[in-house]
């Protein structure tokens, strides 16, 4: 396996619900071990292609390979397989409201796994050590903050070592502070576990620390403006609508 | 109209729009004075008309006399620069801030809602509409019976896989906390039915058969049916609501994601803690309603004994079970009601509500026509 192998192709897809596309012919890879932004305006669809690739919804049109296989056309034992390559960590964190952080994170290794029960309290309580919440394993999600939660919306993601993490704003609501040690959560298990990461953001600061590549998406033109390596996009770039958004200014501005 | 003053400029919350013809054939509006959503109305429709009545000319809009201008005083010149005409409108004379607030418009692009409500299609397209809606209702709701079926039957096959502490937890919130309402309930009930039969009862000194009324009533048709719209509005509600906001929080999408199916995952635990208790609260709210209809019968002079003798002669084990039976049968339905109301939610927090409400609602009116298709069939078997 190569490091630039592909985990992730996104192939000619329209999303959208109803059937009334909001973005339209989607393309790009996602490298084995990157950290790979989907970006974009408020608006733009980012949270809509994340939960078509995630197989949250069915698309219009199109592909989304995940590990070699196809999370559209899957029969049912594919699409458990490939629900098992993936975590999600979404923007609320979605912990369950009614279980310990603890019991949030043993959820799938209970179900998935012939685990010891100690083990796998062992392995839970690892997964939080690894977010820094080791001290919070007996709190519910309503007793902790909006990053805390976040967080262990990671170590929930996390609790089956799946290969690739997706990220719905995992820096939104955050202060810059936990933003960034956040951003270095991101780096640490990227670099130290071979993860690989597929976070929907806007956060510019995040994007130029933590990422790799990105895809930008614009709500004009209701698809893909541009894919690659943030900080070429924001130098280099030709088109107003990247480097407006690379740089933070109005589009006017950098016409 | 030549030169009309409109309102006093006098004082400093004040505007005023003087309008005069100029030589060169233009229309002059000299505003004056504060402009805001305070004093807007004062001179807003004078000033439209007055454009409009010349649509040819041009118009000149003097500002310089405005001292001061907001977002909702920019509107108006706006409104007035918006709308297409042959006569050109012109604003002048505006202080630079002000001048800075008008040019962030294009009175353009705010000529027409760019985005208005999508205009209602002929009748017959809004019935197709709705018979498509309660079509696609009904597919989901067969589907969710399938798939509830599926899920309870794989329970059974698999009972390690029910998540117990979930059913023990739910047995306590939905069984054991309903007692003191189901006693209250069923009690009065008990009391009110027997007070109410006794009285004409009396009058042909039958009142030993209020002790029939009372023990075939309560176990076999109100007991069941109370202590079912009981639960449908605790339970039933409660489910839809829980199920429902776990829904907006995308918990409902992490389970999904995870590969564990909500059905069997939340809504099996459910119906198997309902199942588990409800038959048991029907059995108590028929015994608390037999004590309410025996302690009103006290004072009619029919002691408890009588009472209970009566009841053991009157109801037989068959009359006993048709309430049971029916007890199963409704708690499947409150459950399975709440649980899909639940999982319907759409987004935001009155959904949340919608669904309780809904859950409810629809769980009662099952439980009185399915109630009513037990009468006929037990009819019909003659039990």
């Not at chain 1, 262990?152 to 202060?175: C, K, N, Q, Y």
């Not at chain 2, 309660?134 to 067969?142: K, L, T």
């Not at chain 2, 048709?221 to 605790?234: D, H, S, V």
């Given at each position: 396996m190569t490091a630039t192998e592909p985990i992730i192709r996104v192939v000619d897809l329209d999303a959208g619900y109803d059937g009334v596309a909001i973005v339209q012919d989607i393309n790009f890879e996602v490298r084995r071990?990157?950290?790979f932004g989907i970006l974009g305006g408020s608006g733009c669809g980012k949270s809509t292609l994340l939960k078509h690739m995630i197989g949250?919804?069915?698309?219009?049109?199109?592909?989304?390979?995940?590990?070699g296989d196809d999370i559209v056309t899957a029969d049912e034992a594919t699409h458990a397989a490939i629900l098992r390559r993936f975590g999600v960590m979404y923007q609320s964190g979605a912990l369950f409201g009614s279980m310990t952080l603890l019991e949030n994170v043993r959820l799938p290794l209970e179900e998935y796994t012939d685990l010891p029960d100690d083990a796998i309290d062992l392995v839970a309580r690892m997964k939080l050590e690894l977010v820094g919440l080791e001290g919070f394993t007996g709190h519910l999600p309503a007793e902790l903050s909006g990053g805390m939660?976040?967080?262990?919306?990671?170590?929930?993601?996390?609790?089956?070592?799946?290969?690739?993490?997706?990220?719905?704003?995992?820096?939104?609501?955050?202060?810059?502070?936990?933003?960034?040690?956040?951003?270095?959560?991101?780096?640490?298990?990227?670099?130290?576990?071979?993860?690989?990461?597929?976070?929907?953001?806007?956060?510019?600061?995040?994007?130029?620390?933590?990422?790799?590549?990105?895809v930008l998406l614009d709500r004009k033109a209701k698809g893909v403006i541009a894919v690659g390596d943030p900080r070429r996009l924001r130098d280099e770039s030709d088109d107003p609508r990247v480097r407006a958004f690379f740089r933070r200014e109005s589009e006017a501005q950098a016409a | 109209m030549n030169s009309a003053a409109l309102a006093p400029a006098s004082a400093l919350d004040v505007v005023a729009l003087a309008i005069r013809d100029l030589p060169d054939g233009r229309r002059l509006l000299a505003l004056s004075g504060r402009l805001d959503s305070a004093t807007l109305p004062a001179v807003w429709e004078s000033a439209r008309r007055a454009v409009r009545e010349v649509p040819s000319r041009g118009i000149v809009v003097d500002a310089a006399a405005v001292d001061y201008c907001d977002g909702a005083g920019v509107a108006l010149f706006v409104e007035l620069l918006r709308h297409?005409?042959?006569?050109?409108?012109?604003?002048?004379?505006?202080?630079?801030?002000?001048?800075?607030?008008l040019e962030q418009f294009d009175p353009r692009v705010l000529e027409h809602d760019l985005d208005p409500e999508v205009p209602r299609g002929p009748a017959i397209e809004e019935v197709g509409r709705a018979a498509?809606?309660?079509?696609?209702?009904?597919?989901?709701?067969?589907?969710?019976?399938?798939e509830t079926t599926a899920a309870l039957a794989?329970?059974?096959?698999?009972?390690?896989?029910?998540?117990?502490?979930?059913?023990?937890?739910?047995?306590?919130?939905?069984?054991?906390?309903?007692?003191?309402?189901?006693?209250?309930?069923?009690?009065?009930?008990?009391?009110?039915?027997?007070?109410?039969?006794?009285?004409?009862?009396?009058?042909?000194g039958a009142e030993i058969f209020v002790a029939d009324l009372i023990g075939l009533s309560m176990l076999?048709?109100?007991?069941?049916?109370?202590?079912?719209?009981?639960?449908?509005?605790?339970?039933?509600?409660a489910f839809a609501a829980e199920i429902g906001t776990m829904r907006v929080n995308q918990e409902v999408d992490a389970l999904t994601t995870m590969g564990l199916n909500p059905v069997r995952f939340l809504v099996t635990p459910r119906i198997i803690a309902v199942v588990l208790m409800t038959p048991l609260l029907t059995i108590f709210s028929g015994l608390v309603g037999l004590l309410g209809g025996a302690l009103t019968m006290q004072t009619f002079a029919i002691p408890f004994t009588t009472f209970f003798k009566e009841v053991d002669s009157a109801v037989t084990l068959t009359d006993f079970m048709a309430g049971f039976v029916k007890s199963f049968v409704f708690a499947i339905l409150v459950a399975g009601i709440g649980c899909l109301r639940g999982l319907q939610t759409a987004a935001g927090a009155s959904a949340v509500g919608d669904s309780a409400t809904r859950a409810v609602v629809s769980g009662i009116i099952l439980l009185v026509v399915v109630d009513g298709l037990f009468a006929y069939a037990y009819y019909v078997l003659g039990i």
């Open positions: 071990g990157e950290v949250l919804y069915e698309p219009i049109r199109g592909h989304v390979y995940i590990g939660q976040k967080r262990a919306g990671i170590a929930r993601a996390m609790a089956l070592d799946p290969s690739i993490l997706f990220m719905d704003e995992p820096s939104s609501g955050l202060d810059p502070i936990t933003a960034a040690s956040l951003d270095a959560t991101i780096r640490r298990l990227a670099e130290n576990l071979g993860v690989t990461f597929a976070i929907v953001t806007h956060d510019l600061g995040s994007i130029f620390v933590a990422m790799d590549r990105v | 297409p005409r042959d006569g050109k409108v012109e604003v002048v004379n505006l202080k630079p801030a002000q001048a800075t607030l498509h809606g309660v079509w696609r209702d009904i597919r989901v709701q067969v589907e969710f019976v399938g794989h329970a059974a096959r698999h009972p390690r896989s029910v998540r117990w502490r979930d059913v023990w937890q739910i047995c306590e919130r939905a069984g054991v906390d309903a007692l003191p309402i189901v006693a209250l309930i069923s009690f009065l009930l008990g009391m009110i039915l027997a007070f109410q039969s006794a009285v004409p009862m009396k009058r042909f076999r048709e109100l007991g069941p049916l109370m202590t079912a719209i009981l639960l449908a509005g605790r339970s039933g509600a």
